[in-house]
C-alpha cells in the first residue's frame, strides 16, 4: 500500500509529488494519458512561452517547464503511472484508485486533476489556438504580438470584465463580444468597464468563427438582434467563458461547489473526507496559474504528511 496517491501531473500534482517523496513518503502519481484530452504534464502543455513563473528569466515552453518538473519528481523516487484514474472509493482507508489497468491502494490522497478551460468551438479555432487564442489574459495579454492590437474577449462575467480590464493595459481597444444587452458581472466591475476608454462592449452579439492567415487577424461576429454579420479585426481573442474541473470520476465522494470544483477548507487543502486533500486549478476558479497550483500542491503534500503522522494506519 502506498502512503499516498497523486492524482494529476501538472504544476500541483508534481509539486505534491516532490514534497512527499523528500518527505520519505512511498508516494505514487498518475499522470493521466489524455484525461479531459489534455497530455500527462497538463494545461501548461498546451502553451508555447511561460515567462511568470520563478527561476526562468529567460522563459520557457510549457512543455519543456512540465518536463523539468517531472524529471524531479522521478529523481525524488516518485513513481509514476501514465494511466487516466477511471474511479475512486474514498468510503474508507485505505483509500483505493482504479485505472483501466490496476487497483491501488493509499492511505492518504490528493486530487490534483486540474480543469480545462471552456472553448467556443468555432470552425476555425483549433488552427489559431495559441496563435491568438487564449484562454488566459494574465498568462498571455502581455506578449508582444497583443501590444496595441485590437483584443477580443468573449464572456460577460466578473472574469470577463477582468480579462478585459487586464488587457486594456496592453491592447489598443478591447472588444468585449456578449450575446445579452445587460453584463452578468457585479455592478462595480461593469462601472469600471464601462468607464474605461480603451473597452468597448459589442452588445447582443455572438462570435461565429476565427480567421487570419498564420496567425489569428479577425473574429466573424453576429448581431443576434439585426442579424447582421461582420468582420472584426483581432490579434488577441480571450476566452473567458468558465473552466471545467475534472471531478467528475469522483463521482460526488467529495463536496463540490455548484459549477463542479473542489471545496477545501480555507487555508488548507482538506476536502470533505479526512485524508483526501486537493489542489491546483481542480479546486481554485479564482488565482488558476501555475505557481499557485504549485503552491497548493505543496500545502497538499504537508496536509497529508501531518495527517499521516496522527493517523497512521
Ligand atoms: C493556454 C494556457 C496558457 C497558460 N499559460 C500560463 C502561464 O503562462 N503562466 C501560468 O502561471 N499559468 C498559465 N496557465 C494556467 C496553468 O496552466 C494552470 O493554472 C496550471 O496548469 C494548473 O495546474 P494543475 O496542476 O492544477 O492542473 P493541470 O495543469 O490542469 O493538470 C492536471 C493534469 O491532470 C490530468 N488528469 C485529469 N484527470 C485525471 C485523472 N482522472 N487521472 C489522471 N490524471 C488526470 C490532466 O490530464 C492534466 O494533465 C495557462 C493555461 C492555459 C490553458
Known amino acids: 500500500m502506498n502512503d499516498i496517491i497523486i492524482v494529476g501531473s501538472g504544476p500541483a500534482g508534481h509539486t505534491a509529488a516532490i514534497y512527499s517523496a523528500r518527505a520519505g513518503l512511498d508516494t505514487t502519481l498518475f499522470e493521466g494519458w489524455m484525461a479531459g484530452g489534455i497530455a500527462p504534464g497538463g494545461q501548461l502543455t498546451t502553451t508555447n512561452e511561460i515567462e511568470n513563473f520563478p527561476g ?33 472509493d474514498l468510503s474508507k482507508r485505505p483509500f483505493k484508485v482504479k485505472t483501466p489497468s490496476r487497483e491501488m491502494e493509499a492511505s492518504a490522497i490528493i486530487i490534483a486533476t486540474g480543469a480545462i478551460a471552456r472553448r467556443m468551438g468555432v470552425p476555425n479555432e483549433d488552427k489559431f489556438w495559441q496563435k491568438g487564442i487564449s484562454a488566459c489574459a494574465v498568462c498571455d495579454g502581455a506578449l508582444p504580438l497583443f501590444r496595441n492590437q485590437p483584443l477580443v474577449v468573449i464572456g460577460g462575467g466578473d472574469t ?74 483581432a490579434k488577441g481573442l480571450f476566452y473567458a467563458i468558465g473552466h471545467n474541473p475534472n471531478t467528475v470520476f469522483l463521482d460526488d465522494q467529495l ?12 487555508g488548507t487543502t482538506n476536502t470533505s473526507i479526512p485524508g483526501v486533500f486537493a489542489a491546483g486549478d481542480v479546486q481554485d476558479k479564482v488565482y488558476r496559474q501555475a505557481v499557485t497550483s504549485a503552491g497548493t500542491g505543496c500545502m497538499a503534500s504537508l496536509d497529508a504528511e501531518k495527517y499521516l503522522g496522527e493517523n497512521p494506519l
Do not use: C
Not at 487577424?217 to 447582421?228: A, D, I, Q, S, Y
Not at 461547489?257 to 480555507?266: A, M, N, Q, V
Open 56 to 88: 526562468f528569466p529567460e522563459g520557457m515552453t510549457g512543455p519543456e517547464l512540465m518536463a523539468t518538473i517531472r524529471k524531479q519528481s522521478v529523481g525524488q523516487g516518485v513513481e509514476i503511472f501514465t494511466e487516466t484514474v477511471e474511479s475512486v
Open 160 to 233: 470577463a470584465m477582468e480579462e478585459a480590464m487586464h488587457l486594456s493595459k496592453f491592447g489598443s481597444m478591447v472588444y468585449v463580444v456578449h450575446r445579452r444587452d445587460e453584463l452578468r458581472a457585479s455592478k462595480a466591475m461593469q462601472e469600471r468597464v464601462l468607464a474605461n476608454e480603451k473597452i468597448t462592449i459589442l452588445w447582443n452579439t455572438v462570435m461565429l468563427d476565427v480567421g487570419g492567415s498564420e496567425v489569428l487577424e479577425h473574429v466573424v461576429l453576429k448581431n443576434v438582434k439585426t442579424g447582421e454579420e461582420f468582420k472584426q479585426d
Open 255 to 266: 463536496d463540490l461547489d455548484e459549477t463542479g470544483y473542489i471545496l477545501t477548507k480555507p
